[in-house]
Each structure stands twice: as C-alpha cells, then as structure tokens.
DNA sequence: ATTTGTTTTAACCAAATGGTCAAATATAAA
DNA sequence: TTTATATTTGACCATTTGGTTAAAACAAAT
C-alpha cells in the first residue's frame, strides 16, 4: 500500500493518473469525464486509477487539492506580506496569477466548474487551514488611503476585481479570441500584453495624481 | 404539432421545461443534469420533456439560444450605440449587465459550464447573426484618446476588464462570501455596492485629468 | 528457485440514464 | 355523440458507466 497522503510528490503511475485526470476533469468536468478516458489519456488499464484512487470522487478530491494547493500558497503568501508595497503587490499579483495559469491551463476550466457547483466550500476550507490572512492586504489598502497615496476604495471589491481580471480571459478564451481576430493578434500574445496592462489600469484607478 | 422555432414565447408546459431545463442546467451542467431531475423540477413526466425538445442536447441548445438571446441583444444594442457617450456607456453597462444576471441567476453557471466545455463557438455565432458591431464601442474610445479625454487604452483590454468585473463576481459568490464576513455585509448588498463602486473604478482609471 | 507482496490487466456486474412506445386522457371539431 | 388530434403517462429497453474481482505479470526478499 503506498502513501495517498502525500499528494505533493506523486510519481509514476500516480502521477500519470493526476495528470491525465487534471486534463479530463479541466476539460468535462466531474460529471463529463470518463473513468476510461483518464485511464486511456494516461495509457494505463482503467482499473489502475481505481486501485491508487478507489472512486471517482476521491479522485476528483485529489485533483482539487493538487490544484488550489499549487495556487494558493504562492500567491496568498504575496498578498499577506507586509514588506511589499501595494503597488508592487498588484503588480506582482498579475504576473503571478496569470503566469501559473499559463503553466497550468487546466485551472479556470476546473475552478468554473467546481464553482458553479457547490463545490466552494471546500476551497474556503484550505484558504482556513493554509493559515493565510487576507487582512494584511487589506489593512495595507486602507493604510494607503489614510496616508493619502491611493483614493478611497472598498478594499473587498479591488481585490475581487484583480482576481476577475486575472481569471476571467481564460474562461471566455474562445469568445476573446473572436474580438481579437479584428487586431490580428493571438492569444498568448493578448496575455503577455495583459501582464503589462492590467497593473497599469488598477493603480491608474487608485493612484492619487 | 407546436412551433418549435418560436423560442421566445413559450407558453404551458413547454415554458415549464425550459425554466425546470435553466435551473437545472445552470446548476450542474450539461452532463450532471438528469432528464428525470428536470422533469421533477416541472412537475411533469419524463417523456413529455422528450416530446417537446426531442433529445438533452436539443434541449440544452434551447436553453442557450433563450439565453443569450434574453442577454446579448440588450447589452450589445447599448453598447453599439453612437449616440450614447462612452463613460455613460460604462456606467449602463455595468447597471445592466449586473441587474441582468440578478434577474436570472442562471445565467453564471450556465455561462461558465458552456465556455468551460468547446460551446463558445455557438456564441460566437449568434453575435455574428445578431448583426451587432463591436466596433462602434472600440471606435469610440480610440475617438476618446485622440480628443484626450481618456488615458491610451487598448480597446479590447478594456471590454474583457469590463466584462470579466461583472460576470467572475456571481461564478465567485462563494468565495466571496467567505471574504465578506469579514464585513458583515451580504451578497446582495455587496452587488449594489458594485453597481455603484466598478463605474467609479473604470473610468477612474482610464479618465485623463 | 520459491515465496511473498505489489502492480497491472481483462472480463464482468449492477445501477443509472437517455430515449422509445403503446396506451390513456384530454381537447376540439364535425 | 362521434371522430380526430394533440397531450400526458407508466412501463420498458439498450447502452453507458463506475466499480469489482480473480488471475496474471512483476519485483524483492529468503
């Protein structure tokens, strides 16, 4: 029997199955991914994702974890540091979070459809257990309009609006990729520009001139 | 025989089906939703959903048409209309587009379920056949930089900031109901406020002063 | 080489599910 | 009241699918 605790190191097999789910469940999501689909995408016999994984579900689990838990940490641990300014904050922000989804296309496809079912509480739950604190953020926000530097703004709506900026495009890629045809420009191109815009547009809207 | 092509006006039964099919839909996708769970949800039997909408695909297809055809028309008739000024335009469209998805808390779900999946292509489609011109919208604020009445911006950023400020919100709630606790402000609330603040926050950032 | 335990596979199963159909019921026309 | 037509239903079917299992293949230790 081997460890199913450490999901951080899988290796052979294993990971083949992780990898090959996070694709499948990316793409269809719990209820359209085929047990047999994983199991032919990692190249293994269906049954094996039943003997490291037992259900469907527990896979799914597992995903989830792999997932947020590559996601989270790093970006979370950005936002609650206080030695970085709020500028540099939101800037960094961007390039963090559109950069790891670059590297992990499955993410926005697997995050709509965890959401869009009740699925969020489970999400809510490891924000609780990673011990992070939004409250740095938002206290440094508040500082910063006390101190004057920025206009007054809910904090809880900037930081809702970063992670709509930031998440979004990659859900409705298709439907951009539509608009952009009339610019002649693709779409790794549009995210590359979309690292230097984004941060120019948040701070334009709070900086004090 | 009925008219099966006049989807926007259904009456009796077939209107009960397509409310039951948008519910359900929205909540658990295309492939999480029963054909039993959505005849349950009208109170009618199985077979008659068969009967009206022939197959689950046929279906689903008709609760995408109602849709975004209840959606894009309204918000894009807005948004392609040279008359209206652009920062008035903002201001509508944020009002709009989130009054829209108040009144039809399926939509979200729906939405991302459908992008999440290869559907956009049929989105796509129905703007084309709606005749509707982006351009307008992307005309004007270049008009805007040249009169300098806004800061540079690239047209297209713009829109998908828009959009994505006011659609990642809902698939979100969630989520963002864990942040606002910390606010003791609910949901509904938090929306009202967002009509008011994201104006605010968009033209802030693109407004030359 | 034999034993012991682990990994992998093919064949199989029970349950769920989309879809069909013939019969029943309501509706309207003659 | 008939007759014809549209609507509704319960029973049924074929297929798909998550999951099991017994046996085969493999690896490691004695």
Redesign the pocket.
Known sequence: ??NHKNNTQLQ??EKLIMEAAKKIFGRKGLDG????EIADEAG?????V??YF????KLFEAVINETFLSFFPMVMSLMSNPSISLFQKIERFVDLYISLIQENPHIPGFMAQELSRGGADRVLDMFKDSGIKPEVFFQQIEQEIKTGTIVPVSPVHLIVNMISMCIFPFLARPLISGFLIRDRIDYDEFLEERKKELPKFIINSIKKK
Chains 1, 2 share one sequence.
């Not at 037992?54 to 579900?57: F, L, P, V």
């Open positions: 029997m081997e052979g097999t991914a085929r047990m047999q293994i016999n269906k049954a094996l039943h003997y037992r259900s469907k579900d």
